[in-house]
Structure formats: structure tokens, C-alpha cells
T-cell receptor, first 113, second 113 residues
Framework: GENVEQHPSTLSVQEGDSAVIKCTYSDSASNYFPWYKQELGKRPQLIID?????GEKKDQRIAVTLNKTAKHFSLHITETQPEDSAVYFCAASTMQGAQKLVFGQGTRLTINP | DTAVSQTPKYLVTQMGNDKSIKCEQN?????MYWYKQDSKKFLKIMFS???????INETVPNRFSPKSPDKAHLNLHINSLELGDSAVYFCASSAGRVNTEAFFGQGTRLTVV
């Protein structure tokens, strides 16, 4: 089955700097890669996603890149702000009769003012 | 209007008891899921239903029994609760048999004492 590895597990950056979180996946059949943000005590919420037919996608300060050959994808957050502090999860999705999202272990991002 | 709602939000119970968590979505989605988030924040899929039909059943003890009376509802019943069942359980839904955004409920924090 699919296995998703996420690094680093914790990341601390100064406000205004960039943050990068990396994930690798094992199943070449995975074709959808969402990123979720989970604030303390809240539900995971989608912040950006990318499909396997696209190499890069950007939404304001957030971008995601995908390298299908190497089976890895990354989240880039620029000009970080205190409200970016949260746990971020990458996921890879395959279809097995229904969508099956397999999540990475999560990255706790802390933005220092 | 809450898109995916689950009740209760908190559940504290003794070992050996039986408990249920309810989930409802008003997004018109065909697919619903149960995820378990352990103390290390790892999110793991347990079950997936599409139009009341069980599609994905991960290696979950058979003390856990999902029930979907209609495509807008997916409940989780747990028999003979054990200490290791303590976790946050998230219900989620998505549009159907395609890879797309999964919307999560607010979670149910289950504590077994």
C-alpha cells in the first residue's frame, strides 16, 4: 500500500522567512496530493492541492511542487506570519473504489516573531 | 452552516464500555470516512463509505463498527473500549469516487479511563 514520509517533524522559522516541508510517496498510482493545515484543537483544513499532471501550483504565499519521477512533493510558504503556526500534513491519494488519502506524519511549524 | 458535524465533541468513558460517535454532512457528498488521530498527531484512515456501501476497511479491530443509514450520515460504534482507543476521531466527506478535497468534522476526543 501507499506510504508517505514527511520531513521535518518540527520546523521553526523567523517571521518573514520561508518554510519548506517535504514529502515522499511510494505508490506510483497516487495522482492527487493535498496539503492540510491543522491548528491546535481544530480540524485539518485543505490549504492547497496538486494533481499528477501538474508540476507546480501557487496560491498567494503558498506553493506546492511535484516531482513524479522522484515521487516527492513539497510545500513552500513564503513571507511567513505568526498565523502560519500549525501542524501541516501532506497526503497522497489513490482510488481504491473510493478515494484513499494516506497522510504523512505531520510537521509542526512555529513562526517566531 | 457546518458542513461536516460530529457529536459528541468530547467523550470520556471507562474501559469495557460501548460508545457511539455520530457524523452528518450537508455537502451532498457521496463518500464519507472515519480517521483516527493518535497522540502523536498521526492521521490514519479507518473506513470509507460510498453511498452507504463500505468501500475501504483498514486493519481495524472488529470492535469498531461503522454504520451508514444514508449517504449523509456515517456513525461509528465502538464495543468493549480499551485504553488504546483513546484518540481524536475525525469524520470526513468528499465528492465521490474521484480524488478531491476531503472536508473534516471538528473531531471527537475519546478518552478511555
Amino acid at each position: 500500500g501507499e506510504n508517505v514520509e514527511q520531513h521535518p517533524s518540527t520546523l521553526s522559522v523567523q517571521e518573514g522567512d520561508s518554510a519548506v516541508i517535504k514529502c515522499t510517496y511510494s505508490d506510483s498510482a497516487s495522482n492527487y496530493f493535498p496539503w492540510y493545515k491543522q491548528e491546535l484543537g481544530k480540524r485539518p483544513q485543505l490549504i492547497i492541492d496538486i494533481r499528477s499532471n501538474v508540476g507546480e501550483k501557487k496560491d498567494q504565499r503558498i506553493a506546492v511542487t511535484l516531482n513524479k519521477t522522484a515521487k516527492h512533493f513539497s510545500l513552500h510558504i513564503t513571507e511567513t506570519q505568526p498565523e502560519d503556526s500549525a501542524v501541516y500534513f501532506c497526503a497522497a491519494s489513490t482510488m481504491q473504489g473510493a478515494q484513499k488519502l494516506v497522510f504523512g506524519q505531520g510537521t509542526r511549524l512555529t513562526i517566531n516573531p | 452552516d457546518t458542513a461536516v458535524s460530529q457529536t459528541p465533541k468530547y467523550l470520556v468513558t471507562q474501559m469495557g464500555n460501548d460508545k457511539s460517535i455520530k457524523c452528518e454532512q450537508n455537502l451532498g457528498h457521496d463518500t464519507m470516512y472515519w480517521y483516527k488521530q493518535d497522540s502523536k498527531k498521526f492521521l490514519k484512515i479507518m473506513f470509507s463509505y460510498n453511498n452507504k456501501e463500505l468501500i475501504i476497511n483498514e486493519t481495524v479491530p472488529n470492535r469498531f463498527s461503522p454504520k451508514s443509514p444514508d449517504k449523509a450520515h456515517l456513525n461509528l460504534h465502538i464495543n468493549s473500549l480499551e485504553l488504546g482507543d483513546s484518540a481524536v476521531y475525525f469524520c470526513a466527506s468528499s465528492a465521490g469516487r474521484v480524488n478531491t478535497e476531503a472536508f473534516f468534522g471538528q473531531g471527537t476526543r475519546l478518552t478511555v479511563v
